[in-house]
T-cell receptor, first 115, second 113 residues
Framework: DADVTQTPRNRITKTGKRIMLECSQT?????MYWYRQDPGLGLQLIYY???????NKGEISDGYSVSRQAQAKFSLSLESAIPNQTALYFC??????????????FGPGTRLTVL | GESVGLHLPTLSVQEGDNSIINCAYS??????FIWYKQESGKGPQFIID???NMDKRQGQRVTVLLNKTVKHLSLQIAATQPGDSAVYFC????????????WGAGTKLIIKP
């Protein structure tokens, strides 16, 4: 969905490096999410935010942190990357008051490789 | 969210046949259900949704059936095409709440020529 963009799309880094993944949306949604997906598996929620002042841990938040700089921006950081954080990372937004309930709209993903 | 650490089940279907993908949901309080399609290398995309006051909803070539008694959801794809190859996820939620979407494990649909 072009309304949700992620940068970078691909990143290769080394163990111990700090990495930030950016997400921007033009949908005007209050809710934003970061998910991780490992090959052949489903989605795991890392963090989510219901508005600019709200940050909540998901099921796998250890090793990650987030910042909600504005309604339209939600960034994910890996303070000290490790190889088992190699995965596909998705940002999503939702609007629970919209016509399709809390349907989430996903960005194109960031493929992160930690060597 | 629910644990999604299991490898994806796979469904192989002949091109032109109908596909039925099943999902068991976990929370009896859930009243809103969504099917997503994820093509290789892309983010999940919304296909169709259904609210708990309905037991069937149809879209273009897709139908979702909801059985609240046994907490079961299914996605039917008519006349399956090669472009339907993807992983399909169901998700459940409680409308007008702060509850998170609960994601199903996903099913990989493979189309045989």
């Amino acid at each position: 969905d072009a309304d949700v963009t992620q940068t970078p799309r691909n990143r290769i880094t080394k163990t111990g490096k700090r990495i930030m993944l950016e997400c921007s949306q033009t949908k005007g949604h209050d809710r934003m999410y970061w998910y991780r997906q490992d090959p052949g598996l489903g989605l795991q929620l890392i963090y989510y935010s219901f508005d600019v002042k709200d940050i909540n841990k998901g099921e796998i938040s250890d090793g990650y942190s987030v910042s909600r700089q504005a309604q339209a921006k939600f960034s994910l950081s890996l303070e000290s990357a490790i190889p088992n954080q190699t995965a596909l990372y998705f940002c999503a937004t939702s609007d629970p008051g919209g016509p399709t309930g809390d349907t989430q709209y996903f960005g194109p993903g960031t493929r992160l490789t930690v060597l | 969210g629910e644990s999604v650490g299991l490898h994806l089940p796979t469904l192989s279907v002949q091109e032109g046949d109908n596909s039925i993908i099943n999902c068991a949901y976990s929370n009896s309080a859930s009243d809103y259900f969504i099917w997503y399609k994820q093509e290789s290398g892309k983010g999940p995309q919304f296909i169709i949704d259904i609210r708990s006051n309905m037991d069937k909803r149809q879209g273009q070539r897709v139908t979702v059936l909801l059985n609240k008694t046994v907490k079961h959801l299914s996605l039917q794809i008519a006349a399956t095409q090669p472009g339907d190859s993807a992983v399909y996820f169901c998700a459940e939620n409680i409308m007008d709440s702060n509850y998170q979407l609960i994601w199903g494990a996903g099913t990989k649909l493979i189309i045989k020529p």
